[in-house]
Each structure stands twice: as structure tokens, then as C-alpha cells.
């Protein structure tokens, strides 16, 4: 790569304390010329989106994550109204949990326990992994999670809180108040409290829709306090709303900072001229490293131990905004753009031996901090060098030994992880997610395919209640798959009650008990009351 190319691709922006380098992904001179007609369209359908316009077609809703951080550009004043009292809400309830005016059946919180999934729980454990700790050196509350419906995953949880119990406060986060993990995760902390003799309803938060099915729980049982998440912001781009900005804020993170810090990068990323706008470079850059149809995955390598979630939380707003079937005119497109990645110098002892050397399906995209640590110098590990030295060397040495492979990259620079720089991050790939899908033309702000899992696993449930059914009626009599699926008139689905009998087998207290026969097909299951 050559300094000229470098100087005509860097973008600098001191103000915001962050520079993005495309140089090293080699698109001819003229690309960015040529694009500029679908980059005014992207431009044309972002401006839409903030002014209120129905982008989400199959919900029949408007997409409204760019108000939370700027209300007062939300299209009516009840929205506008809405988002500032709920910030305001956040404060005043954080403030007094940390006083101990809101305490618990036991006294002052001092833990935090957040029961969620998905945008419920990437953007919050991203957040309090960024930014916990990081100047005091104590956070205000201990934060843990819930963010699957796997018991083990709970029971570890648990017995890290331990004798703590009694002084957790916990977010039950779920915008239909029906997702099944979240609801699972409740009943799972529910029935630890009852265990501890403790009155749960002192210790409850809900973050919801209003008039869900956990709104409706809260009330009735009288928790402690309810948050609204409202129907335009979707799970992926929440993180600056309650579903983000409570647990922050109860942690001790300076959330005004954090929406700031969003909405500094929101009003560059407004532009219509393109070498002022790095989303709108990023967007192109996607665009010509994927051939505008995802074909190359992005490995997303944060130097920064902080940022080691950064990765994970990208996963669900990229790949459930982009990864699409459909196009806006009905075409099957297959859209999508694959998120994988650690963290530096980590990666570079698992995967960048294949990056520089392997299949070239992917480009990088490299996160720089130049801020080495909050509490003064490092120390040297060698005369006049220090460990960040070193984190800086293995960063740029690993970039131009892609590029030596023609292994493509990008480079976003920050001058350090603060509240401020998350709240940039988060509103800077919010901003590429959209643009990309209107330079592709799809739609990124629904999510057809979650639905359809969330309907499959339904189905499975279903099945699991009539072979409990099946077996129990049986008086004790031993079936295979086989004969258990032709009893309860499936036999097209031999495979699932297979899958099924094996798991119940396997618990204790399921009263399924399997004998293993040879050929393993012919091992039958007995129900044991």
C-alpha cells in the first residue's frame, strides 16, 4: 500500500476522536464515483427512516432507534416526549437504587441480575464488559446474566450470586413479554428466590411492551418498577433504550455519555457527501469486499480486551439485519454478510494463520485504541517499550502481512474505550447496517427467519407434551422411536421423538428411562412414575 493511496483514503475526524483507513481494500479508482447514484438513494431512504417512515412493512411499524439518543428529531411530540421521560425515569430510579432508597426484602442491591436474549443481552453484556471498572476500579453493582435458556448456564450463574441473592435486583427484559428463554430465565430466578425465602416481586424490574404478558405480570404481582420498550425499536438497535441504558446505568456507567457519543457520530453520519461520512464509506466498502451479495465473510479483530464482545454483539445487527432472502421487490437474493472474531493479539495464535494463508473468503476489519490503559503510564516490558507497544505492533504487523496475501482490511481508529466511544461504535455500524441494505436493497429492518425458528421450536415443544402423553398412558410398556411415533400418529417424525426420548432419558426426574439396545434404533424408552 502506498502513502498517496493511504493520505486520499484516510478519514480523520479529531473532534470525534476516531479515523477509519479503507485504503487496504484495493477497489479501483472510479468505484466510489460510480456508486454515488445508489449511495443517494441509501441517503434518501436513511432520511425517511428518521423522519418517521414505515420501514418495517411486515410489522407495519416505524424504525426509531436514532431518536433515542436525539428526541427531539422524533416525528411527534409524543415520541419525542416518550424518550425523554424515560431517560429521565432511568436516572431517577438508578439514583435511588444506588442511595438505598429502592432496596430489596433485604436491604441496599449490590448485585444486578439481567434476564434476556438476543438484543436483550448482546448490547448490555457487550456494554458492561467495555466499560466496567474503568476508572474507578469498582462498579456500582456486580452485573450478571441470563441470556439463555440452558439450565446448567443458570445454575452457574446462581451459585456465582450465591448468599448475594438477597441483595440482586433483576431486569427481565422482553419486548412481547412471551419470549420463551427470557420467560424461562424468569421462572429460573423466581424459583431461586422463593428457595432463599425471599418475596421476588421486591427484587423485579421489567423492561417491556407495554401491555405484554410481563408487563401484565409485573403489575399484578407488584414488582418494583417497569420500563417501557416500545414497538419501533427493534432488539438489535436497543441498546441505547432501557433495554441497554438501565442495566449501564445501574452498573455505574455514564449512560448521557454514551448517547452523546451516539449522536456525535449520528449527525456525521447524516451527510450526503461521502468522503465526510464514514459510514457511507464503510457501507461501500462492504459493498465492493462482498461484491455486494455477502460474498466474503467480515472478521472483526478489536485490539482491546474490552472490546472482546464487540464481535458477538455485531453478529445479531448484521447478520439478522442483512441476512435476508428476499429482496425489497420480492427476488430471491440470499443476502447476508457473515460475523466472525476474538480479539487482538489473541486471534493471531487461533486464526490468522488460515486468514493469511487459507481460504481468502473474508476482509478484516481491524479495531484500533491508541489509549493504552486509564491509570497513567505502562509500564516497560522492554527498555523503552511497553505491553501496548507490543499490542500496536502485533496489530500493524498483522495487517501487512494480510495485505502481502491480498487479504483485504479496514481500520477503525478510536483514541480511547470510554462511554463516549462505545456510544460511537454502536451508532456507527447501526448507520453501515442501514445503508449497506438500501445499497443491496433489502429490507434490514425485519427478521422473518428468527420468526420461523422461534415457530420450529414451538413445534418440538408440542411434540414433547404428546410423547410425555403417550408414554405416561402406555402402563409401563417400553417403545422405540418407532412405535412411540406411530402411537401418537407421526410417523413422519421418528427423528424428532428419537431426539426427543434421548434428552428425557438423560434428566432425572423427566420419568423416562431408556434400555440401549444393539442396533442403537431398536433401544426403548419406559415412562417410571
Not at 13 to 18: Q, T
Not at 290 to 313: E, I
Not at 325 to 347: M, P, R, W
Amino acid at each position: 500500500m502506498t502513502w498517496n493511496r493511504f493520505k486520499t483514503h484516510y478519514y480523520s475526524n479529531p473532534k470525534l476522536g476516531l479515523s477509519l483507513d479503507i485504503s487496504r481494500i484495493p477497489f479501483p479508482d472510479g468505484f466510489l464515483e460510480s456508486m454515488e447514484p445508489k449511495l443517494q438513494q441509501a441517503y434518501a431512504a436513511m432520511d425517511a427512516l428518521e423522519q418517521g417512515a414505515f420501514a418495517n412493512p411486515d410489522e407495519n411499524r416505524m424504525v426509531g432507534h436514532y431518536w433515542l439518543r436525539a428526541p427531539q428529531l422524533a416525528p411527534t411530540k409524543e415520541l419525542a416526549d416518550a424518550v425523554s421521560s424515560t431517560l429521565a425515569k432511568i436516572h431517577d430510579f438508578t439514583a435511588k437504587v444506588h442511595k438505598g432508597e429502592i432496596s430489596g426484602s433485604a436491604g441496599k442491591f449490590r448485585e444486578l441480575l439481567v434476564i434476556g436474549i438476543g438484543g436483550s443481552a448482546l448490547g448490555p453484556q457487550f456494554v458492561s464488559q467495555a466499560l466496567g471498572r474503568l476508572k474507578s476500579g469498582r462498579d456500582k453493582m456486580h452485573v450478571s446474566f441470563f441470556d439463555n435458556t440452558d439450565p446448567d448456564g443458570m445454575d452457574f450463574v446462581l451459585k456465582e450470586i450465591g448468599p448475594r441473592l438477597k441483595q440482586t435486583l433483576v431486569l427481565v427484559i422482553s419486548k412481547s413479554g412471551g419470549t420463551a428463554e427470557t420467560r424461562n430465565g424468569m421462572l429460573a430466578a423466581q424459583a431461586a428466590f422463593r428457595s432463599a425465602g425471599l418475596d421476588y416481586a421486591k427484587h423485579f424490574v421489567a423492561v417491556t411492551g407495554a401491555g405484554s404478558k410481563l408487563d401484565q405480570v409485573a403489575v399484578k404481582e407488584g414488582w418494583l418498577e417497569r420500563f417501557p420498550m416500545w414497538d419501533w425499536v427493534g432488539g438489535r438497535t436497543s441498546e441505547l433504550c432501557a433495554v441497554g441504558l438501565l442495566p449501564a446505568a445501574l452498573q455505574g456507567i455514564k449512560i448521557d455519555q454514551m448517547l452523546a457519543g451516539a449522536a456525535a457520530v449520528d449527525v456525521v453520519t447524516r451527510k450526503h457527501s461521502l468522503r465526510d461520512n464514514p459510514a457511507a464509506l464503510m457501507a461501500l466498502m462492504w459493498y465492493w469486499a462482498t461484491d455486494g451479495r455477502g460474498a466474503k465473510d467480515m472478521v472483526v479483530l478489536p485490539y482491546k480486551d474490552r472490546l472482546l464482545l464487540f464481535s458477538r454483539y455485531l453478529q445479531q445487527l448484521v447478520m439478522e439485519s442483512l441476512g435476508k432472502e428476499l429482496d425489497l421487490a420480492g427476488n430471491v437474493v440470499n443476502q447476508g454478510i457473515a460475523v466472525y472474531g476474538n480479539k487482538g493479539s489473541t486471534d493471531q495464535h487461533a486464526c490468522v494463520q488460515q486468514l493469511r494463508e487459507g481460504v481468502n473468503n473474508f476482509f478484516v476489519t481491524f479495531v484500533e485504541v491508541l489509549q493504552d490503559r486509564t491509570a497513567g503510564p505502562a509500564p516497560e516490558v522492554e527498555p523503552g517499550v511497553t505491553s501496548g507497544d507490543y499490542l500496536q505492533g502485533f496489530l500493524l504487523g498483522t495487517r501487512d502481512a494480510l495485505s502481502e496475501k491480498n487479504r483485504h482490511s479496514i481500520t477503525i481508529t478510536l483514541s480511547e474505550v470510554s462511554p463516549r466511544s462505545v456510544g460511537m461504535l454502536i451508532a456507527l455500524y447501526e448507520r453501515v447496517v442501514g445503508l449497506y441494505a438500501s445499497l443491496v436493497g433489502i429490507n434490514a429492518y425485519h427478521q422473518p427467519g428468527v420468526e420461523a425458528g422461534k415457530k420450529a421450536a414451538g413445534t418440538v415443544i408440542t411434540l414433547k407434551k404428546q410423547i410425555d402423553a403417550a408414554l405416561s398412558a402406555g402402563g409401563g410398556a417400553a417403545f422405540t422411536a418407532e412405535t412411540l411415533a406411530a402411537r401418537i400418529g407421526d410417523p413422519g417424525k421418528t427423528e424428532l421423538v428419537f431426539k426427543v426420548l434421548e434428552h428425557l432419558a438423560a434428566n432425572p426426574g423427566s420419568h423416562v428411562t431408556k434400555v440401549a439396545r444393539k442396533p442403537w434404533h431398536e433401544s426403548t424408552y419406559t415412562w417410571q412414575t
